[in-house]
């Protein structure tokens, strides 16, 4: 590959994070539209690495091409997500299963249990950080049951699901559920209660789901407010 069009991969990469983590933050809605031209402009790039970074959004199931009429970032589909969530709670119900059926002590978990069994006083009410721990809870306890093929999966499944879980957490009884309910989790595994965890991850998502269901055009509106004012802060 020649440098000039390794620069082209180059750029067409930072704008393809770029442009998705619009997408998480509700600077680019579901539903909306723009044209290849106007994120060239906004980025300072030609429209090569431009069609690059959006074609790969589109095979990634961001971002859909309306042709003639440019792209839209694509419309909340809620069918594929319950999807998305039945699939979630299957991998994360057998990485539970091997992780207490697992010999060793299970001293990969340490980070989990420092992040997430704490005194009241001392936890976390920032929706977005929590959210970020929260996606670092489910990922860390995929990883640590080591299979490798199970957490590629995981990861991807938890991309897809990213912008969604983030508007789980504009509330504070959800950021207090979650460290309860994070909490028991670890603990029945820890214990090698391997029905009991599965019970309570089950449960977890469920409530993570059913927030989900009651997400609003209004709410995404919100969200998009938020994300703007704390850019300008």
Known sequence: MNARAKK?????????????????????????????????????????????????????????????SGWQVKPFDFKYFEEL?????ILECAAVR??????????????????WCLPVAQRLSDGVTVSGLDERFHTRLVEAAGNHEMARIHHDLTERLRIIRRLDFTKPPRIEATYNEHQAV???????????????????????????RKITVHMLHEARMSSQQAANH
């Open 8 to 68: 082209t991969e180059n750029l067409a990469e930072r704008i393809y994070l770029a442009l998705k983590q619009d997408i998480f933050d509700f600077r680019l809605m579901p539903g909306d539209r723009f044209s290849e031209n106007e994120v060239a402009e906004r980025v300072g790039a030609s429209r090569t690495p431009v069609r690059e970074a959006l074609f790969r959004l589109q095979r990634e199931g961001y971002v859909d091409v309306l042709y003639r």
């Open 85 to 89: 969530y039945d699939v979630r709670t």
């Open 98 to 115: 091997k992780l207490c059926e697992q010999q060793d002590e299970l001293s990969n978990l340490d980070d989990l249990v420092a992040t």
């Open 186 to 212: 670890l603990e029945a595994i820890l214990h090698r209660r391997v029905e009991q965890a599965q019970i309570l991850l089950r449960a977890h998502i469920e409530e993570s789901r059913n927030e989900v």
